[in-house]
């Protein structure tokens, strides 16, 4: 089975810290996204990376960064954190044709207060 | 027209019947179709693929209607754990996975 793992389940930081999220996976598979999920928004993607060292923007990159500097890590940063990213982010990963299926993590539902 | 959009719900279904839901798509979502399934608070997970020739797995059927470009759910003798949202996704011809908002379904006892 392939399992995706989020570093916290919950996480509270204060505006203006510095926030690391992380994410690993054990399946060997070169995608790997980062989500924020709201509600009324759905899904929306932020960043994604098909290989190492590779970052690609997805729908809402403003404020976030992100690293991937080995396979089974991605890691999203946000750099100044506000309220209005508080949210719950979800990784994923995705396998290779034919499937294309994705598998999430957890989720981290971050509070920036 | 957005890419991928589904009806928000809620359906509120009693225990046994069925219920069927559909997705629509624009022609950039076009390549590859899913269903997802997400309960409260949790993470979405893959509930099926949807194939052209449509799929079935137990009580829960997948079809895909090209010339209409819609994806449906159909799900026989719901339960009480069917209760969750369902999400339906695409993935278009430039690799990118589009989401929908999702159905939120409920089972009545």
């Known amino acids: 089975d392939v399992k995706v793992t989020q570093s916290s389940r919950y996480l509270v930081k204060r505006t203006g810290e510095k926030v690391f999220l992380e994410c690993v996976q054990d399946?060997?598979?070169?995608?790997m996204f980062w989500y924020r999920q709201d509600p009324g928004l759905g899904l929306r993607l932020i960043y994604f990376?098909?290989?190492?060292?590779?970052?690609e923007k997805g729908d809402i990159p403003e404020g976030y960064s992100v690293s991937r500097e080995k396979k089974e890590r991605f890691s999203l940063i946000l750099e100044s954190a506000s309220t209005n990213q508080t949210s719950m982010y979800l990784c994923?990963?995705?396998?290779?044709?034919?499937?294309?299926?994705?598998?999430f993590g957890p989720g981290t539902r971050l509070t920036v207060t | 027209r957005k890419e991928v959009e589904q009806d928000p719900g809620p359906f509120n279904v009693p225990e046994g019947a069925t219920v069927a839901f559909n997705c629509t798509y624009s022609?950039?979502?076009?390549?590859?179709f899913f269903w997802y399934r997400q309960d409260c608070r949790k993470e979405p997970k893959l509930l099926m693929s949807v194939y052209s020739s449509g799929n079935e797995d137990g009580r829960f059927t997948a079809q895909l209607n090209r010339a209409s470009q819609y994806i449906s759910l159909l799900i026989r003798d719901s339960k009480l754990s069917d209760s969750a949202t369902y999400l339906c996704v695409g993935l278009n011809r430039d690799d990118k996975i589009i989401f929908g908002k999702g159905t939120r379904l409920h089972i009545l006892p």
């Open positions: 994923a990963t995705r396998g290779g044709p034919p499937s294309y299926e994705q598998y």
């Open positions: 399946m060997d598979h070169e995608n």
């Open positions: 022609n950039s979502a076009s390549q590859s």
């Open positions: 990376s098909y290989d190492v060292k590779m970052k």
